[in-house]
């Protein structure tokens, strides 16, 4: 018996039922024990490479040394503080993600979810444009608040009998700039939001043109472009925003998942001065108790330096040539399983024949000690998510631990 398994039985009672159920149905009770950089191990001491990251929480790895210093010494010094009045601290923040960002943005605004920040970013949009319709992709999720769960994959929020209206969100399919036109001409739409690469969809890549494209026909109908950057973001593609390596300028970015350096949940909405308009006309108008939080925006602010570090892109560049080259091969060796890769940086998909693919790889992967998880909108591909930091030696044992699990599964799996 594992030493998760008195957990997990209260977990069935009082948490999450299906969860439990579905981490045993992989025949693991996995609880998380002891962890640092791209590592963590269970209850039993088993351990595990993190190819998940939580979506990029642990982009620079679990419990960062440096974040953990800013942290401790952070907490002597404040709190959430206040989040009517200015601070020294948030303006560092605004100052580390302005310097980062493209020219034409102008405000800052701090939350602590990549949903919240997602559903604030279209308030923003929706008001700066005096219209409401939003346009998402059908295979999005951009969180489960209220908006952004209307704004992404409908059955989603119908599952919560909150069924999008469909005056007010329309969805189109990816890489369809035809169909993004012919909803914009109704000239009514407040904003277009992408996730730049759709991470719940396995990160199918981008046809050439095609953020641009998206840019250029929001604007000609007057509608702002919103760039869901939670998973792309702060380096993951090697530039710090995946829109702008894919040559567009979004109205507004939304980045939070990593700006937590992993210990304190943060996002922010980065956006252009006619995108913060609202900011200036009354900027009380929309609040929340934990906006900025100080400690919170001392922790976002070291992640942010060592996010920025020439040294960090370097690794993610190291990181990227290796996983293309062992990705590659192992294509060569099982191309009756692996359909395709998609890369970007360290934001990776292996689609896999058997619609359930991504799922079975999965579960093979755990058994190998290593934490990736399928692509919840097609189980047929594996979403693969380093650290920015993770050493190449560790790099290089994932993939003799995939090369492994493949094999192992390939017996259970008929192909
Ligand atoms: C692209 C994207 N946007 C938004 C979110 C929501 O972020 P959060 O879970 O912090 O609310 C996620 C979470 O996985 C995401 O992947």
């Known amino acids: 018996m594992s030493k998760a398994h008195t957990i997990y039985e209260e977990a069935y009672e009082m948490w999450n039922p299906n969860k439990v159920d579905t981490f045993r149905g992989y025949g693991i009770e ?57 601070s020294h601290y948030k303006n560092e923040l605004c100052h580390a993600l302005l310097n980062v960002s493209p ?41 489960s608040t209220g908006i952004s769960m209307q704004a992404g994959y409908e059955s989603m929020a119908e599952f919560f009998n909150m069924k999008p209206n469909p005056e007010h969100y329309t969805h189109i399919p990816y890489n369809d700039l035809e169909s993004l036109e012919d909803v914009l001409k109704l000239n009514d739409t407040a904003c277009v939001i992408i996730e730049t690469l759709p991470a719940t969809a ?31 973001g702060l380096m993951r593609s090697g530039q710090m925003w ?6 567009a300028t979004p109205d507004i970015i939304v980045t939070g998942k990593g700006l937590s ?20 006309e009354d900027g009380f108008a929309h609040v929340s108790s934990f906006t900025a939080p100080e400690l919170g925006c001392i922790v976002a602010s070291k992640a942010m330096e060592i996010t920025s570090r020439p040294s960090t892109q370097e690794n993610v560049a190291m990181l990227t040539a290796l996983f293309a080259k062992g990705l590659d ?16 940086g360290v934001i990776m998909g292996i689609k896999t024949a ?14 190998n000690g290593v934490w990736a998880v399928m692509a919840n909108f097609d189980k047929s591909t594996l979403q693969f998510k380093p650290g920015l930091l993770m050493k190449e030696e560790t790099a290089r044992e994932v993939l003799v631990r995939l090369d492994k699990a493949i094999q192992d599964m390939k017996v259970a799996l008929p192909l």
């Open 30 to 86: 996995l609880s998380m024990g002891e962890r640092a950089g791209s590592r963590f191990k269970d209850l039993d001491g088993n351990e595990f490479i993190n190819m998940h990251s939580n979506g990029g929480v642990f982009n620079l790895g679990h419990r960062n040394e440096e974040i953990k210093e800013a942290l401790i010494k952070g907490a002597e010094l404040v709190d959430a503080g206040n989040h009517y009045f200015p």
């Open 103 to 143: 020219t034409n943005m102008k405000y800052v605004y701090m939350l602590s979810g990549g949903g919240e920040a997602n559903d604030a970013a279209i308030k923003f949009a929706r008001r700066a444009t005096k219209r409401t319709r939003v346009i998402g992709l059908d295979c999005a999720f951009h969180g």
């Open 202 to 232: 396995g990160f199918p890549m981008p046809m050439e043109g095609y953020h641009k494209g998206v840019q250029e026909l929001a604007h000609k109908y007057g509608a702002l472009f919103i760039a869901d950057e939670v998973q792309t």
């Open 242 to 247: 995946c829109v702008s390596k894919y040559g």
């Open 261 to 280: 350096g992993g210990y304190y949940p943060m996002s922010a909405v980065i956006m252009s001065e006619e995108a913060g308009a609202w900011l200036k």
């Open 329 to 344: 091969d192992m294509v060569g060796k099982y191309p009756d399983f692996i359909t395709e890769i998609r890369q970007c």
């Open 354 to 367: 058997h619609p359930m693919g991504g799922a079975a790889l999965m579960g093979s992967l755990i058994k």
